[in-house]
C-alpha cells in the first residue's frame, strides 16, 4: 500500500513538473514586455518622470533667478526709504553696510576658529 501510494505521489509531482515547464516554456517564448523598465528611451513612464523632473529644476532655478535680493533694502528703511540719497546719508548708509560687513566676516572667523578648536581638541583625546 506504502509503495502504491509514492508511485502516485510521483507521478502526479511528475505531472506538476511537466506542466510547470510547459507554462514556463510559454512565458520565455513570448514575453510581455516591449520595453525594459530601464530601457529610458523607450519606456514612456521613465519618460514622463524624466521631463517633469527636467521640468521642476528649471522652474527652480527660474525662482532663484528671479527673487533678486536688494542688499541696500535694510540701510534704506532705517534712513526712512528716501527717493534719494543726500551725500551724507550715503556715506553714513555706506559705513554701516561695511561695517556690518566686517561684522559678519568676523563672526564668520569667530565660527571657524570654534570649529578648529573643536576638531582639534577631539583629535588630542584619540591620541
Same mark, same amino acid.
Given at each position: ?13 511528475? =505531472?506538476?513538473?511537466? &506542466? ?22 523607450? /519606456?514612456?513612464?521613465?519618460?514622463? #518622470?524624466? $521631463?517633469?523632473? &527636467?521640468?521642476?529644476?528649471? &522652474? ?6 528671479? =527673487? ?8 534704506? #528703511?532705517?534712513?526712512? /526709504? ?27 572667523? /569667530? ?5 578648529? &578648536? $573643536? ?7 584619540? =591620541?
Amino acid at each position: 500500500m506504502d509503495e502504491l501510494s509514492a508511485l502516485l505521489h510521483e507521478i502526479v509531482e511528475e =505531472t506538476r513538473v511537466h &506542466e510547470m515547464l510547459i507554462v514556463r516554456g510559454r512565458e520565455s517564448a513570448g514575453p510581455k514586455l516591449k520595453y525594459s523598465i530601464f530601457d529610458t528611451l523607450r /519606456n514612456e513612464k521613465a519618460k514622463k #518622470a524624466m $521631463k517633469q523632473k &527636467e521640468q521642476q529644476l528649471q &522652474e527652480q532655478s527660474k525662482r532663484e533667478v528671479e =527673487t533678486d535680493v536688494d542688499y541696500l533694502g535694510p540701510y534704506l #528703511a532705517r534712513l526712512g /526709504n528716501p527717493e534719494s540719497l543726500s551725500h551724507d546719508e550715503a556715506l553714513q548708509m555706506r559705513e554701516s553696510c561695511l561695517s556690518d560687513f566686517k561684522q559678519l566676516l568676523v563672526d564668520r572667523a /569667530n565660527h571657524i576658529q570654534t570649529m578648529f &578648536e $573643536k576638531v582639534r581638541d577631539g583629535l588630542k583625546f584619540r =591620541t
